[in-house]
């Protein structure tokens, strides 16, 4: 490229026929470029066209028109837009992604959303996990706790119970820490993304407030509040001072001893930390995951932020393809 001393170009016959055998290509040599993932991949960086232009050397022009689907570009062109956005060429050749029900105004925290979304499809192809047992729409938080089976006193591990119920937890990249957290819905599936720089007590009320969103409550806060802990389970507390939002949560709940002792961090993910486990035991390390996904490592591990114990390392070698379909048991 030019500008860049002793780097060396790939031919652009090579560069075609490797993505080529992958995903095919016109017959004037031009790559079958998906539109939609380009717009995925450009969005999730956030950048606008003329930046990414800017970026990669391919003209703002060309760029709406890859993403319009107005014409499709060459092999060199691909590899130097997945190399500005740092996404495998692949990435920008695989099949359209898929389209969240609703989700956020922010275009990047979607375009993350997304990608969870990819993620937990490919996850739903090797596991059985938890299907979907949500309530009945604008269930009263006592009469879901019931529904749960909940005992007295604090809920549990909000993330955990969710996903023990169907719901897939996921958290934001750092790089969308602006956005708050939200949920949505795809084929069927609900979905909730926690924001990676909320502290321990405002991601645990961001989770209760983001169920009552999946419910259909007007009033999540309040919803979340008398999920949390019921008010008739806090003797002595005068209801008119019964007011917890996002600011109040932290001293609220180490007051009421909500979470004994206060929270010293983050609740965590037991279907994801079994899932990696599981996976790293079949011979598949993150950084396969990754590739599977068409994604960078660091990708992956913002999907999982503060959900996992331990970083996501790479390292090893893939194990053999085709493996028994693996049962995750919550």
């Not at 979607?110 to 990819?118: D, K, N, S």
């Not at 090797?126 to 938080?141: I, K």
């Not at 983050?266 to 950084?287: A, H, W």
């Amino acid at each position: 490229m030019p500008g860049r001393t002793g780097a060396t170009r790939l031919p652009d016959r090579y560069i075609w026929t490797r993505l080529a055998a992958c995903h095919g290509a016109s017959d004037n040599g031009r790559i079958m470029l998906t539109p939609s993932r380009l717009t995925l991949a450009r969005t999730r960086r956030g950048l606008t066209a003329a930046e990414l232009a800017r970026k990669s050397g391919v003209p703002a022009r060309a760029i709406g028109e890859y993403e319009r689907g107005l014409r499709r570009p060459k092999a060199a062109a691909v590899e130097s837009l997945a190399g500005a956005l740092g996404f495998p060429a692949e990435f920008l050749t695989a099949p359209e992604p898929p389209r969240p029900q609703n989700a956020p105004h922010d275009a990047q925290a979607t375009a993350a959303a997304q990608l969870a979304i990819e993620f937990n499809g490919w996850l739903d192809r090797l596991f059985v996990l938890p299907q979907p047992s949500l309530p009945p729409p604008r269930t009263s938080p006592q009469g879901t706790r019931d529904a749960w089976r909940l005992a007295t006193g604090p809920a549990p591990n909000m993330v955990q119970l969710l996903e023990s119920h169907g719901v897939r937890v996921f958290s934001l990249p750092v790089d969308c820490a602006e956005q708050e957290a939200f949920s949505c819905w795809h084929n069927g599936t609900p979905f909730l993304f926690l924001t990676p720089t909320a502290t321990p007590e405002q991601a645990r009320f961001d989770a209760a407030v983001q169920l009552a969103v999946l419910l259909g409550h007007d009033e999540p806060h309040e919803f979340a509040a008398e999920f949390l802990m019921p008010q008739r389970q806090l003797p002595g507390t005068d209801h008119r001072h019964w007011h917890v939002g996002r600011e109040q949560f932290t001293k609220w709940a180490n007051v009421h001893s909500l979470v004994p002792g206060g929270m010293t961090r983050r609740e965590t993910s037991k279907l994801l930390t079994k899932v990696f486990k599981v996976l790293r035991e079949n011979g598949t390390p993150p950084l396969h995951v990754a590739k599977e996904l068409n994604l960078g490592l660091e990708e992956l591990n913002g999907l999982v932020f503060g959900l996992v114990l331990t970083a996501l390392p790479g390292g090893g070698e893939p194990g053999p393809r085709g493996r028994a379909r693996l049962t995750l048991v919550h």
